[in-house]
């Protein structure tokens, strides 16, 4: 099975100082791996129109739904979800991760889980902006995020 994340409304390059808050630019978005020393999958820039990413995942059903398990997913059954990091460089010229948002997959409707089973997808559209034009972060559910199997063959 895979899980796609059509993501939008991507936030810009640069994330402006505040107070407690250095400032990031060159900022990227990237879906982050389960493995601690796993390199984050495709980063795209933070003022791309779109991003897309498609993860490999085991799917299968348990008493609780479909679980989904995978190198992209993180937590145990029943929390799981998908990390999208934020990398920025900051005044120093370092680059680190600056968020995080987790895409819940314990908030996708059992019938939309399992119509995504037996369509071999899963996908998450999610606006990458949070209400103060920052990069989203924290836990996403809907409405934040959509999920979707593809339409019936």
């Not at 991507?10 to 990237?30: E, K, M």
């Not at 129109?49 to 997913?73: N, Q």
């Not at 889980?113 to 559209?125: H, S």
Request: proline letters at 14%.
């Amino acid at each position: 099975m895979q899980i796609r994340i059509e993501a939008f409304d991507l936030p810009g390059r640069t994330c402006v100082p505040a107070p407690g808050f250095p400032g990031y630019r060159d900022i990227h978005v990237a879906v982050h791996p389960r493995a601690r020393d796993g390199q984050p999958l495709a980063p795209q820039p933070g003022d791309a129109p779109s991003a897309f990413w498609t993860l490999d995942c085991t799917a299968r059903r348990a008493p609780a739904g479909v679980d989904l398990t995978g190198p992209w997913i993180q937590g145990r059954p029943g929390q799981r979800f998908i990390y999208l990091t934020w990398n920025g460089t900051d005044a120093t010229g370092t680059t680190t991760t600056f968020r995080r948002a987790k895409l819940m997959l314990d908030a996708v409707d059992p019938s939309v889980a399992e119509a995504a089973l037996d369509r071999g997808l899963l996908i998450a559209r999610v606006g990458l902006t949070d209400a103060h034009g920052h990069p989203l972060c924290a836990a996403v559910r809907p409405p934040t995020v959509t999920w979707s199997p593809p339409p019936p063959p």
